[in-house]
């Protein structure tokens, strides 16, 4: 079962409401928020929250780009700021770190990404003139 699930539905709550998300967990390491067209994977290491954003090609591929970084680059202050968190005493430090780089992503894309989240690209030029670009990968779809 994926430990981050059901902190993420909460954290990503009036995101998954507003746009009207599906959210499923693929594994232990993995959960999709689904729209019509358009998926964000999160991918929670223990070292870091990715974050990739699929154009759905067909039923089995998605072309896959890897936004992190570049979600990173306009994060503000206010972006990271959050309220207290309270944790549990056998919730360890990567957990920790993992909910509230969750809190900070939901916060930038609200705050600097609403077209990433409505499956607009509009931000997609921007991405590409930045250093974070990358060719988009074409990859199976999980979910």
């Known amino acids: 079962m994926n430990q981050y699930l059901s902190p993420f ?11 009207g998300f599906n959210v499923t967990a693929c594994d232990n390491d993995t959960i999709i928020m689904a729209g019509r067209g358009y998926q964000l994977v999160f991918v929670i290491w223990r070292e ?3 974050i990739s954003y699929c154009v759905i090609k067909n039923d089995t591929e998605v072309v896959t780009y890897n936004v992190r970084d570049f979600i990173i680059t306009y994060m503000t202050d206010a972006d990271r700021t959050i309220s207290e968190i309270t944790f549990t005493a056998d919730q360890n430090e990567v957990y920790k ?15 600097h990404f609403p077209a990433m989240l409505e ?5 997609l030029e921007l991405f590409e003139k930045s250093e974070w ?10 979910a």
């Open 119 to 123: 499956g607009r690209m509009d931000w």
């Open 133 to 142: 670009y990358r060719e988009p990968r074409v990859e199976n779809r999980k």
């Open 97 to 111: 770190r993992n909910i509230y780089s969750l809190n900070h992503f939901a916060n930038a894309l609200k705050n």
């Open 48 to 50: 870091a929250v990715e």
């Open 9 to 19: 539905c909460e954290i990503f709550g009036d995101i998954i409401k507003r746009y």
